[in-house]
């Protein structure tokens, strides 16, 4: 009198379409639509650039108004990055090396301060290089 149960295998094919599914929408998340290209890691690496683009741009306008402290209290630009004070390595770029600065004064227009960074190589006067403009308030 032994009875034999039969386990029912209930449905399979949906829980394997499921699985799919949650693969597919996985997979969308971290490729992207278009195949890689606009996938979330390249975004978080395209955020950290921006990030330290914002982060230099706002270095830059702090920058500018400690030259135009440093006008106002010696009555003169300073000649170099050092001059100026403030904490160390305010003048590195987002790769860390010092930023170079230059000011251009033109006669009833504010004075300009360039600063110019050596880019990600880390060495002025290559292609990489990139220039950033303050107008100081004076």
Known sequence: MARHTTERRGNVGFGLIVLLIVLAIGMIIYFGVAGGNTGLVEQAAKSREMARDVRTA???KQLA??????REENGRLPSSPAEVGGTRGAFNDQWGTEMRLDFV???GFNTRVVFVSAGPDGEFGTGDDVRYEEELPF
């Not at 108004?65 to 440093?70: N, P, S």
């Open 105 to 107: 004064e033109r006669p």
């Open 58 to 60: 706002v270095n830059t």
């Open 65 to 70: 108004m400690l030259i135009a402290q440093h």
